[in-house]
């Protein structure tokens, strides 16, 4: 079963949408390339939405169209990196962003500050690397394709233990049917794979 496929399952199949000839041919042309198959499938089925509440993913023709978050996000870290030598912040922000030359491609965000990225390292771009930058920390190299990238983060979220997200100094004033209820309410636990549209 492949990553994509795997994904249908656990995220439960897409309500009705339909994908228009012609939805990427703005954003490939924008890129220079076509884009990740895998990632179009994922987003013609789906939509612009979050992934477990928390991996935001943007098609074309969203109401947050992803060419006008690409064209944002390279504008803002280029002035990122640009501004990163004299600060002696470089290793934050070793690649280049799209429009240069083998420049990272925006693709989505989580809402801890993390951006993600296309790292287009082959001419086929089914082979392209996933690039995480991470919030003030670095980034973070992801070998496989798109929809290898987004089970990974489903089955990451499923295999935290039944108290994960609340502070561990609660715990000791929680009784343990407040914290089964908060498990029961999924306030607190493994993450329910879930793609909500926005």
Request: charged fraction near 25%; glycine fraction near 12%; aromatic fraction near 12%.
């Amino acid at each position: 079963m492949s990553s994509l496929d795997e994904l249908r399952v656990l995220l439960g199949q897409p309500v009705g949408r339909e994908a228009r000839s012609g939805d990427w041919d703005e954003v490939e042309q924008y890129v220079g390339s076509a884009l990740p198959s895998d990632f179009k499938a994922f987003l013609d089925a789906y939509g612009s939405g979050t992934v477990c509440g928390e991996l935001a993913v943007f098609h074309p023709g969203g109401s947050r169209p992803l060419l006008e978050r690409m064209r944002g996000i390279h504008e803002a870290f280029t002035e990122l990196r640009d501004g990163a030598p004299g600060s002696g912040d470089t290793e934050h922000v070793p690649y280049p962003f799209h429009p240069e030359p083998g420049g990272l491609i925006s693709w989505g965000y989580d809402p801890s500050g993390d951006e993600h990225f296309f790292l287009p390292c082959a001419p086929d771009p089914d082979r392209w690397k996933v690039v995480t930058m991470v919030h003030e920390v670095g980034c973070e190299t992801f070998d496989g394709p798109f929809s290898a990238f987004v089970l990974a983060f489903v089955r990451q979220r499923l295999e935290v233990d039944r108290y994960h997200g609340i502070d561990p100094e609660a715990l000791e004033y929680l009784e343990p049917e407040d914290l089964e209820e908060l498990v029961a309410a999924g306030e607190i636990g493994p993450v329910r794979p879930s793609f909500a549209p926005f």
